[in-house]
């Protein structure tokens, strides 16, 4: 079992930054890959960005690739998201989660409850 907590998000303006945090807690944290995925009003949630369970191995959809970063620390068991030069299509409801197994993209059985990043134009 792995229970998710994000942080983080709140009203930025475009062209801005902000830094999402993932605690999680379960002994196998470290044995999952992680990743954000997001979801808009009105649209499918979809995929950000994962990392493998050593920190390395980072893969993000297009959309972001170039402006974010996910990161982890398993000493923290927390993961990262630092999101710069916000859009206002980057707005939406940010989940981390753990990845289906042998997918960098694919979700797999554990989620967060959401933190809302909304950016102002």
């Known amino acids: 079992q792995v229970q998710l907590v994000e942080s983080g998000g709140g009203l930025v303006q475009a062209g801005g930054s902000a830094r999402l945090s993932c605690a999680a807690s379960?002994?196998?944290?470290?044995?999952?890959?992680m990743g954000w995925f997001r979801q808009a009003p009105g649209k499918e949630r979809e995929f950000v960005a994962s990392?493998?369970?050593?920190?390395?191995?980072?893969y993000y959809t297009a959309s972001v690739r170039g402006r974010f970063t996910i990161s982890r620390d398993t000493a923290k068991n927390t993961m990262y998201l630092q999101m710069n030069s916000l859009k206002p299509e980057d707005a939406a409801v940010y989940y981390c989660?753990?990845?289906?197994?042998?997918?960098?993209?694919?979700?797999?059985?554990?989620w967060g409850q959401g933190t809302q990043v909304t950016v102002s134009s």
């Open positions: 989660a753990t990845l289906s197994p042998k997918s960098v993209s694919s979700p797999g059985d554990y």
């Open positions: 379960g002994s196998t944290f470290s044995s999952y890959r």
């Open positions: 990392i493998t369970w050593s920190g390395t191995g980072a």
